[in-house]
């Protein structure tokens, strides 16, 4: 089994910094991608920001210029370091993971249990 493991989160002032991280273990062969998540209260899950295997990003155009995905394949980790916080991007923020367990196997995806991110006015 995999398991992702989120940290990071807290309260912060607006125009304030956090950063996040994941930690993924257990059966790896290899990661198909590797991202973040976030549900604010009343709306849907949505995408903030992903890196891909080759080393591609995607964000949300909310958070581009202000938040930077990053991940250290040495330790199965992807960080999500947010800048010029807004209150709007108060949410329960998931790590997610599209992993390979080995060569045969398909991928599968993998969500952590979700960290608060509260950002005060």
């Known amino acids: 089994q995999v398991q992702l493991v989120e940290s990071g989160g807290g309260l912060v002032e607006a125009g304030g910094s956090l950063r996040l991280s994941c930690a993924a273990s257990?059966?790896?062969?290899?990661?198909?991608?590797m991202g973040w998540y976030r549900q604010a209260p009343g709306k849907q899950r949505e995408l903030v920001a992903a890196?891909?295997?080759?080393?591609?990003?995607n964000y949300a155009d909310s958070v581009k210029g202000r938040f930077t995905i990053s991940r250290d394949n040495s330790k199965n980790t992807v960080y999500l370091q947010m800048n010029s916080l807004k209150p709007e991007d108060t949410a329960v923020y998931y790590c997610n993971a599209e992993i390979k367990r080995s060569f045969r196997e398909g991928i599968s995806y993998y969500w952590g249990k979700g960290i608060l991110v509260t950002v005060s006015s």
């Open positions: 257990g059966v790896i062969f290899s990661f198909n991608s």
């Open positions: 890196v891909i295997s080759g080393g591609s990003t």
